[in-house]
Structure formats: C-alpha cells, structure tokens
Nanobody, 118 residues
Framework: QVQLVESGGGLVQPGGSLGLSCAAS????????MGWYRQAPGKERELVAR???????YYADSVKGQFTISRDNAKNTVYLQMTSLKPEDTAVYYC????????????WGQGTQVTVSS
C-alpha cells in the first residue's frame, strides 16, 4: 500500500509565504510524477502544479510566479513553496502521486489546510 503524508499547512497572513511537503512511502516501483491539487469551499478540485521525475513542471496560470514546485526523487518527496499568498489561495491542498512502469497508478494524500487571512 502506498501512503502520501502532507505537512506544512496552516494559517498565514496575506503576502506571506508557506512551504508544503509530501513524502511517499510503500510499494512504489518508479515515480512518474508528483503534484499538488487544491480545493476551496464550493469549488472543484484543481491542479496547482506538477513535476515529473525528469524535472518537467506545470503550473496553473493563477499561481505562476508565486508558487514553486520541486522534488527529491531519492526521498520520494515533493515540495510546494508558496509566496505572496492571497486569501483566494485558501484551500485544502492535496498531494498526488502517479507511479508505475507499463501500468500506472494514482494515489492521494489526505490533504492539508492552508488558510490565508489576517
């Protein structure tokens, strides 16, 4: 069984910064990519950022220039550094993992709350 554990969520003031991390453990063959989604109240879950094992990245237009995704393949860990945070960034942030060779699988973390408020 594969497990994803997020950490780093919490309360931050507008304009502040916050870093999230997600560590994967369990029966993982190879990691294809890891990423972050978020879901705000009343909204659908949306992709925020994604990074492949080779280092290719994707960012939602809404967070380009604000968020930076990185990873440590040796530790099966992905990070999300968030800066210039706004109240609209408030959401539950979910880590996701796509892994496998010929057949791929998807796993999700339980989510971590990020609240941007003064």
């Amino acid at each position: 069984q594969v497990q994803l554990v997020e950490s780093g969520g919490g309360l931050v003031q507008p304009g502040g910064s916050l870093g999230l991390s997600c560590a994967a453990s369990g029966s993982i063959s190879v990691i294809n990519y890891m990423g972050w989604y978020r879901q705000a109240p009343g909204k659908e879950r949306e992709l925020v950022a994604r990074i492949s094992s080779g280092g290719s990245t994707y960012y939602a237009d809404s967070v380009k220039g604000q968020f930076t995704i990185s990873r440590d393949n040796a530790k099966n860990t992905v990070y999300l550094q968030m800066t210039s945070l706004k109240p609209e960034d408030t959401a539950v942030y979910y880590c996701t993992l796509n892994y496998g060779g010929a057949v791929s699988f998807r796993s999700w973390g339980q989510g971590t709350q990020v609240t941007v408020s003064s």
